[in-house]
């Protein structure tokens, strides 16, 4: 009992953190909150009934305030939207029982039977409010007095003064999860979607104290328009929609607006009305069909009933109206339905959509500083100072390329850390003799090129000392696009290349006329089906070809066959030699699970885990894929896929690893101990199958989407002054105080160079650490990682075995995006699992992920 107790213990700092490396001045979004620790919080519980939609509870709770002002103590309780109140007074009595009238329409329906039905009536709530607890704010300053250990973080009074801090901002903007979007700039993204910009804010118990975080956040809401209008935006084969007022929808037509419109409000702008209303789906018959039954029992035509009722004369006849009940008829004609504000895009959005949206978020460091300064210039606000701390900078490693079978040493001294391979081989070419290109679509002066292509791609390998014969197995082929549309004709056109090549094809290049959802079947096909490595690429790239693209395609063909472009020059035991030693291999893992799309109520999540084979370069990984539970975190197969792994080592090295480094993706703070708990145990249970075996574990959480943000701080002025000062926060910069967890082993690295915007530096959070590293030890060690990324030649922002694992799932989620070809998101019955096709020997144990 007691090893399971300890086991769901979150692993402390070891020591006061790093030194190595040169300070940095910085600023962090992190504004100190001051709290008085005597400051009891009374939580009571609010129980709403008919039970009201969010915007509706908000404006009960408003209205209860206001005409309750003496049972409630005369005091302004916080509110968080569901059912908790909070309150810096105790109410007189702890359980209350009152009443509040809103004026709501009575009636769901869109149409009313006369004018007086159609105004608005007042609807009663019966609100219960009875008291949960009384909350003590000294638990929370003893826990951020590094004093005393064993006090655990009150959850509920931080949650407590969470809700307090959101109270006054909520009452001016949209809410969506932690941020706000007080409608402040908005971009228009196509397509009925516009960008908004906010800001996220949320209360962290940091090495300072309490603090908030304040960042810039951006998202897409769907536009406020006109049902018809929308359609035309959202629907290709609809964009002249409102001219064409005789026709009808195809059946494909009404299937996509179903999809399109299924759960968005809407609001009617033929009388005045706060009602909203959800559509459901389409009617089966067009406006002119449709036909309802009024209070008296008689048939009412729609539109006869708008024109004798609204004076309205319906123009889409031919169009189907929304419905908006489940049960029972609930008429709405098209062109009298505005979408609402306010709602968030959910679908996928478009590369166009998508680049778009960057560009509103993408901020350069001095621009996002001043937005947040500007938000916590608002009169709510707990301190107007970011936060002033010291951060320090980590050297890069050196590097070891190839050199005409020598090794070559190389320290990436620029600003950015990027490095190029002019006059150097990648560390470890490989030979492809057989090889295959197969064309999809292209414009014939496009085709044309494919020869000199294919003469580049060669000869640029050459120069990188990778071998790929100049000659293809068999003469490039040449497939319209259409062919991807068609998966078993793709797929008996890849295996006729194969045949051609007696079975034994090394590497199929793919060139695409444009990006095509049949890439995915592309690649299922290709590592499942055949067994072969796909290389896709554009002709738009082709038409430049430039060194640059061609290194890139090169190296990743290289990786994939398995190769490697870049080795540590001083190898991880010589740089950790208390921990690390050459005789004595570690294995670095990586796992995430990546989830279907937020309208998909039905895919599985796909889970990943990779590990490394080699040692000590540490740069080549195994992948393990499984489809598993809908929207499930933790990792089901966990204990096997970990077992498989093992084997691979132990196939590759001939012995098992000594020590055990496991980088998680994905794990919210909230799921921490569960993580800890079911999937430590996991990994546990697969060494146990190994006679005797039980290494050293260190399991960190990898976080990405989190909201600090590291800025330099002023920089000095006049010749001193470096040139990338006021750009972001240089490679290798890391912080292990001040805004840090008060006591757990967590730490920010910022190991790439920002291009565009402001980095985001990820967040290493190490929930067990059985091989006792110290931070500068871990943090040199994940900051090398970085360097052995093999898709390119600079430090990437993220540890690698996360990365690959991250690719690994997304590479699954392919696979499943098409053998499970669903004819819409939801279906009705409970989820079920489709497992994944498994990988073809050739295929497994390399890289093809990448």
Not at 149 to 166: F, G, I
Not at 553 to 568: E, F, S
Request: glycine share 6%; proline share 6%.
């Amino acid at each position: 009992m007691d090893s399971k107790l300890q086991s769901l213990t979150v692993a402390r700092r070891p020591d006061s953190g790093g030194s190595e490396g040169t300070m940095i001045a910085l600023l962090a979004n992190h504004f100190l909150v001051q709290f008085d620790p005597s400051q009891r919080i009374y939580h009571y519980d609010l129980e709403i009934s008919p039970n009201p939609s969010k915007d509706i509870a908000r404006l009960i709770k408003q209205k209860l305030v206001e005409e309750n002002s003496s049972v409630l103590s005369g005091v302004l309780p916080a509110y968080d939207g569901r059912r908790n109140l909070f309150s810096p007074i105790e109410f007189d009595k702890d359980k209350l029982e009152l009443y509040i009238n809103l004026p709501i329409p009575r009636n769901n329906s869109p149409m009313a039977a006369n004018i007086e039905d159609s105004e608005e009536k007042f609807k009663l709530f019966r609100v219960n409010i009875k008291i949960v607890s009384n909350l003590e704010g000294k638990k929370l300053r003893n826990y951020l007095s590094k004093g005393d250990e064993s006090v655990p973080l009150p959850q509920d009074y931080l949650q407590a003064l969470d809700v307090v801090l959101r109270e006054n901002p909520t009452e001016n903007c949209v809410l969506l999860g932690r941020s706000f979007y007080p409608n402040l700039t908005r971009k228009d993204l196509g397509g009925g979607a516009i960008g908004v910009q906010g800001f996220y804010q949320s209360l962290r118990p940091t090495q300072q104290g309490l603090a908030l975080n304040v960042d810039l956040s951006v998202t897409a809401f769907h536009e406020s328009i006109g049902v018809i209008a929308y359609l035309q935006k959202r629907i290709h084969s609809l964009h002249d929609l409102s001219e064409r007022k005789t026709r009808g929808f195809s059946r494909e037509e009404k299937k996509e607006a179903e999809t399109v419109l299924k759960n968005i409000r809407v609001f009617v702008c033929h009388r005045e009305t706060t009602e909203r209303y959800q559509v459901h789906s389409l009617t089966d018959e067009p406006a002119a069909n449709l036909q309802f039954r009024d209070r008296d029992g008689k048939n009412l035509q729609i539109v006869n009933y708008f024109r004798d009722q609204y004076n309205y004369e319906i123009q889409f006849r031919n169009l189907p109206c929304l419905q908006t009940s489940r049960r029972r008829p609930c008429y709405l004609p098209m062109e009298l339905c505005v979408i609402c504000e306010g709602q968030k895009f959910l679908r996928k959005l478009s590369d166009d959509q998508t680049a778009k949206i960057l560009e509103l978020g993408c901020r350069k460091p001095k621009e996002r500083k001043a937005i947040i300064d500007g938000v916590m210039a608002a009169p709510f606000s707990p301190s107007r100072e970011m936060t002033k701390l010291s951060g320090r900078i980590l050297q890069p490693p050196k590097l070891k390329l190839g050199d005409g079978g020598n090794i070559k040493d190389l320290i990436p001294s620029r600003h950015d850390r990027q490095w190029n391979l002019v006059g150097s081989h990648v560390f470890e070419g490989t030979q492809i003799a057989r090889w295959a290109l197969v064309s999809f679509g292209g414009t014939g002066d496009q085709k044309s090129t494919i020869p000199n292509f294919i003469d580049r791609l060669t000869r640029r390998c050459e120069q990188l000392g990778i071998y790929l014969n100049k000659k293809t197995i068999i003469s490039p082929q040449f497939e319209s696009m259409q062919v991807l549309n068609n998966v078993n004709l793709l797929e008996s056109k890849l295996k006729k290349i194969q045949r051609s090549a007696s079975n034994n094809l090394q590497l199929l290049i793919c060139v695409m006329e444009k990006k095509h959802k049949g890439y995915a079947d592309l690649k299922r096909i290709s590592e499942t089906s055949i067994g072969v490595m796909s290389q896709c690429c554009l002709y738009q790239n082709l038409a430049r070809l430039s060194s640059q693209f061609l290194a890139n395609l090169a190296i990743k063909i290289n990786a994939k066959i398995g190769g490697c472009t870049v080795a540590l020059y001083t190898s991880l035991p010589a740089q950790i030699p208390r921990l690390l030693t050459l005789d004595e291999p570690v294995m670095f893992m990586g796992a995430d699970v990546t989830h279907p799309h937020p309208l998909d109520d039905f895919s599985p999540s796909v889970a990943a885990v990779v590990g490394s084979v080699n040692w000590p370069a540490a740069n080549k990984y195994v992948s393990k894929m499984r489809s598993q539970t809908h929207r499930q975190e933790i990792i089901q197969d966990l204990s096997i896929m970990v077992e498989e792994i093992l084997h691979d080592f132990v196939r590759e090295l001939s012995k098992l690893p000594k020590r055990v480094i496991f980088f998680r993706d994905g794990v919210s703070e909230t799921q921490f101990h569960k993580v800890l708990r079911d999937e430590l145990q996991a990994i546990r249970d697969a060494f146990s199958r190994f006679t005797g075996y039980n290494p050293p574990i260190t399991f960190a959480v990898v976080q990405k989407r989190h909201h600090t943000r590291l800025f330099p701080a002023d920089p000095v002025s006049g010749a001193a002054r470096n040139q990338f000062s006021d750009e972001n926060v240089p490679p290798g910069t890391v912080v292990d105080s001040v805004i840090t967890h008060p006591k757990e082993f967590d730490f920010y690295l910022c190991s790439h160079w920002g291009v565009k915007g402001t980095s985001r530096p990820i967040h290493y959070h190490i929930l067990r650490d059985e091989n006792e590293f110290t931070s500068d030890e871990l943090q040199k060690l994940v900051y090398n990682l970085c360097f052995t990324f093999v898709r390119c030649t600079k430090p990437v922002s993220l540890v690698p075995p996360c990365y690959y694992a991250h690719l690994a799932a997304y590479r699954g989620r392919l696979y499943l995006n098409q053998t499970d070809r669903s004819s819409g998101f939801t279906r009705s019955g409970s989820p079920k699992t489709t497992p994944l096709p498994k990988l073809q020997e050739r295929v497994k144990n390399l890289m093809f992920y990448c």
